[in-house]
């Protein structure tokens, strides 16, 4: 069983930035893809960025030159660096971590305010 615990979410400018951390525990475990997800309301959720742990990385077209996806695997750590948000980047954000499982984490709140 792995958990998935996230922080870095808040309130910012449209413009600004913010980071992301998501650390995995557990036990007897090896993560195979980490990433991000979020959800608007009123939307489906949607994959913002993942990084295997070799360090291949995906992100959608959005946040291309915008976001950067990085991982600790020592750590079992992921991060995500958010930068020139906008108000459309406002969503709840959702680890996500790949074993032989998908788990994900609780979620943070990001607002960007225009």
């Known amino acids: 069983q792995v958990q998935l615990v996230e922080s870095g979410g808040g309130l910012v400018q449209t413009g600004g930035s913010l980071r992301l951390s998501c650390a995995a525990s557990?036990?007897?475990?090896?993560?195979?893809?980490m990433g991000w997800f979020r959800q608007a309301p009123g939307k489906q959720r949607e994959l913002v960025a993942i990084?295997?742990?070799?360090?291949?990385?995906t992100y959608r077209d959005s946040v291309k030159g915008r976001f950067t996806v990085s991982r600790d695997n020592a750590k079992n750590t992921v991060y995500l660096q958010m930068d020139r948000l906008l108000p459309e980047d406002t969503a709840v954000y959702y680890c996500?971590?790949?074993?032989?499982?998908?788990?994900w984490g609780k979620g943070t709140l990001v607002t960007v305010s225009s």
């Open positions: 990084i295997t742990n070799g360090g291949a990385a």
């Open positions: 996500y971590a790949v074993t032989n499982m998908v788990y």
């Open positions: 557990g036990s007897g475990f090896s993560i195979k893809t």
